[in-house]
């Protein structure tokens, strides 16, 4: 408690050059919490875009498809999707099940052709399964027995098609003929992923099942109620499978969203670079101020010695300087960053462009997440103590007789 009392007026003694010390770390505090906290949103932001227009929460396939099914999709489909929509159902936490029988093929105009990749839909479902989905021109789909269709947007600009076209899908069927089915454009939709968006197709899941003369699915998405009830879903569907003897098999959205992980690896690479820099400006900042305070204080270092004060104690006072030093700087810091974050999030956020592969930008705005701030406040508290040893060290080496001489 002495050196704690000590520690703590001693710190106030130069308030010019404390002032400045403590700027350094909230500078260094804010840069933490709006960059972590823009870097939260961004990982939430596609994570949940990528989930709600294109993958769900989890996919349900026929057991091996996983393995064969990409290749030879037709022998992994699901004929009961009906008996088994009523049985995940009962899981708690899920909001929706829906199936889909995605296909490849062409796409014309009858002037121009292009390859799509599409899925068969039951459209009452998909609105609020593809909420993150923005149809931009037209409308989507809402009739299962019509044979309509919905685009990406890149695709609908390659082929120069208008909304109430009727356009030409050629696929081939299980059994390797070709079949066709004339469908009227009512609808462009836009995802924000270009690559996405340049072959995407959605049809009633009536229609696709006309085409490949089928009732089956070839696989049943699901949508929970909250992202991070994913891995109690998949428990319980684990359990379920066993339980009534099910052939099926799953993946949750983080084993299918390559890019999403991609993303997930570049920001985390780039903010362990900020918070390197961060931590070199606060060590260097109070390791200056600790050095200065010990060249200002070496007759008082002196007579502590010269009465008696041990060298582990002169130790002991500085760090609790540094250490104090560091949890003030820390406590403000964070009130300006958390000030800060919440200014940017009232006037809208910071406006991002379109990334790469991505053709719509966003307003980005500052998540602020407890795990973020409690980082920046332990790790700029650690600094702060490690960077004030070495000036305590060098206070600990002064010989008491020419410390008192020191003028």
């Known amino acids: 408690m002495k050196f704690f009392s000590l520690a703590l007026r001693n710190i106030f003694r130069n308030k010019r050059r404390t002032t400045i010390t403590f700027l350094a770390i909230i500078s260094g505090m804010i840069g933490l919490i709006v960059f972590g906290g823009f870097v939260e949103y961004s990982f939430w932001g596609l994570r949940e ?10 996919q ?26 009523e049985i995940f159902y009962k899981i708690p936490c899920l909001e929706l099940v ?48 019509q044979a309509e269709l919905v685009i990406g947007r890149e ?3 390659s082929l120069g098609a208008k909304i109430g076209d009727y356009l030409t899908i050629l696929t081939t069927t299980p059994e390797g003929m070709i079949n066709a089915a004339d469908v009227k454009l009512i609808g462009v939709c836009q995802s924000g992923s270009k690559e996405y968006d340049s072959v995407y197709v959605k049809l009633p899941l009536k229609i696709v099942q006309q085409l490949f003369s089928t009732t089956s699915v070839e696989k049943i998405v699901i949508l929970s109620d909250k992202t991070e009830h994913t891995p109690e879903i998949a428990r319980r569907l684990t ?15 983080d084993q299918l969203a390559e890019f999403y ?21 606060v060590l260097f900042s109070i390791a200056n101020t600790m050095t200065m305070s010990v060249f200002e204080r070496i007759r008082e270092i002196g007579t502590l010695r010269a009465i008696g004060t041990k060298k582990i104690q002169i130790l002991t006072l500085f760090l609790w300087e540094g250490f104090l030093t560091g949890v003030i700087g820390a406590i403000l810091g964070m009130i300006t960053g958390i ?3 919440t200014i940017i999030n009232l006037g809208g956020g910071i406006y991002i462009p379109p990334p790469p592969a ?48 020191h003028t």
């Open 339 to 341: 000030f800060i974050a």
């Open 98 to 145: 829906t199936a889909r029988l995605s296909f490849s093929g062409l796409i014309s105009t009858g002037e121009k052709t292009l390859v799509c990749k599409g899925d068969g839909v039951i459209p009452e479902k998909e609105a609020k399964l593809a909420s993150f989905e923005t149809i931009i021109e037209g409308e989507g789909l809402f009739k299962e027995d």
């Open 60 to 85: 349900v396939y026929k057991k091996g498809y996983c393995k064969k099914g990409i290749a030879n999709s037709s022998e992994y489909l699901i004929k009961n999707y009906q008996e088994l929509e």
């Open 239 to 253: 359990i379920l499978f066993k339980e009534k003897n099910l052939n099926l098999e799953f993946k949750t959205w």
């Open 261 to 281: 992980h991609s993303v997930v690896r570049l920001y985390n690479g780039i903010f362990k670079v900020v918070k390197v820099i961060i931590a070199l400006i």
């Open 358 to 405: 991505m053709t719509i930008g966003y307003n980005a705005l500052i998540l602020i997440v407890p795990e973020v701030l409690w980082y920046s406040f332990i790790s700029t508290v650690i600094v702060a103590t490690i960077s004030a040893f070495y000036p305590a060290f060098k206070a600990t080496r002064l010989n008491i007789v020419e410390s008192l001489a």
């Open 155 to 157: 695709l609908q600009k």
């Open 49 to 58: 875009s990528t989930i709600r227009s294109q993958l769900g929460h989890l």
